[in-house]
């Protein structure tokens, strides 16, 4: 798989994680909310390996690969956190450490959407240079 379909994939787990943060956020307040998580590292592996899929191989480093896997996001597995009660509301969600998960999602996904433009710029240069 090249790296642009990596970097993709990996950026809208990261926004899907997000989400999911968010929501954990917003319902600090709602009794016997249990938070909720998203483990990247095992769905971004699961979606780059699928097991029980056809994989289409290519034989040269210069065939396109056809494979489309954006669609196994949709199957991405959510589970619920489980940490211990904060409050007397029955209420899982620790609030620092979703901040902190926050802080590190997001500085994860700018890392991605650098090297994501980064990569995108060299391709541009070279196709445009190798005209001249």
Do not use: W
């Amino acid at each position: 798989m090249d790296i642009l379909k990596e970097l993709s994939i990996a950026m809208r787990l990261r926004a899907i994680k997000h989400d999911v943060i968010s929501s954990n956020i917003a319902n600090i307040n709602t009794p016997n909310y249990r938070c909720k998580n998203l483990d990247f590292e095992k769905e971004f592996n699961k979606i780059l390996t699928p097991d029980s899929k056809l994989k289409l191989e290519t034989t040269n480093s210069k065939h396109i690969s056809l494979s489309n896997n954006s669609s196994d996001l949709n199957s991405v597995k959510i589970e619920e956190c489980n940490s211990t009660v904060i409050g007397n509301d029955n209420n899982n969600v620790d609030l620092d450490r979703e901040m902190a998960k926050m802080a590190k999602n997001q500085l994860l996904y700018n890392s991605y959407i650098q090297i994501f433009t980064k990569k995108v710029r060299m391709l541009k240069d070279s196709i445009t240079q190798g005209g001249k």
